[in-house]
């Protein structure tokens, strides 16, 4: 079954340091990749998206993720964490075709020290 | 303005009760989605539809029923069958994905039930 794997269930950095978020898939094919972020009682924001292309993706608030085909992976960066940046992570993949089901990993809990 | 709105944000009901929560969306989207979110657990996958009266079991669909009536609505019931219904639940939309367009999925800001 398809499957997505945060392995950090948290995480503390210090502000302005650099930040790097695991997220692991199982799927045979290319799947479409999403890394949202929720801060607490609130929906998620879709932070960026892979679907094919360039394997380095850019998103919103700085952050930038990779697809890594060999590695099932796409971790998503940072190179400087600011306060705001406080939230919880989630990974997701669509795995089209005929089910299209939308799953989520466990998600990263993101504390920023000052 | 287009969106995804969900309510009410805080709903209390009694053990035993159903109770229905309401998940609307104007992004003529075809897919909607039901997540229940608990503490360490991330999102997990209730219902999800593609299309108006059709709609697929999830990982936790036991205690739950959805019906899909219209594009727009993608109600979701928490029936006495659900053994912890206390969680905070999300409901999403998006395009299908492989028919050309953008899939990413919106989020409703979420209900919050507690069975008292």
């Known amino acids: 079954a398809q499957s997505v794997t945060q392995p950090d269930i948290h995480i503390t950095v210090s502000e302005g340091a650099s930040l790097e978020l695991r997220c692991n898939y199982s799927?045979?094919?290319?799947?479409?990749l999403f890394w949202y972020v929720q801060s607490p009682g609130q929906g998620l924001q879709l932070l960026l998206k892979?679907?094919?292309?360039?394997?380095l993706v850019q998103g919103i608030k700085g952050f930038e993720a990779e697809f890594k085909r060999s590695q099932s992976s796409f971790n998503l960066r940072k190179p400087s964490v600011h306060w705001s940046d406080a939230a919880e992570y989630f990974c997701?993949?669509?795995?089209?075709?005929?089910?299209?089901?939308?799953?989520f990993g466990t998600g990263t809990l993101l504390a920023v020290q000052p | 303005d287009g969106g995804i709105t969900q309510s009410p944000k805080y709903l209390f009901r009694k053990e035993g009760q159903n109770v229905t929560l309401s998940c609307e969306q104007n992004?003529?989207?075809?897919?909607m989605y039901w997540y229940r979110q608990d503490p360490g657990q991330g999102l997990r996958l209730i219902y999800y539809?593609?299309?108006?009266?059709?709609?697929q079991k999830g990982d936790i669909a036991e205690g739950y029923s959805v019906s899909r009536e219209k594009k727009e609505s993608f109600p979701l019931t928490v029936t006495s069958a659900q053994k912890n219904p206390t969680a905070f639940y999300l409901c999403?939309?998006?395009?299908?994905?492989?028919?050309?367009?953008?899939?990413?999925?919106?989020f409703g800001q979420g209900t919050r039930l507690t069975v008292v």
């Open positions: 999403a939309s998006s395009p299908i994905p492989g028919q050309g367009l953008d899939t990413e999925a919106f």
């Open positions: 799927y045979g094919a290319t799947p479409y």
């Open positions: 892979y679907f094919s292309g360039d394997t």
């Open positions: 997701a993949v669509v795995t089209g075709g005929a089910t299209n089901k939308l799953i």
């Open positions: 992004l003529n989207h075809d897919a």
């Open positions: 539809s593609q299309i108006v009266n059709d709609f």
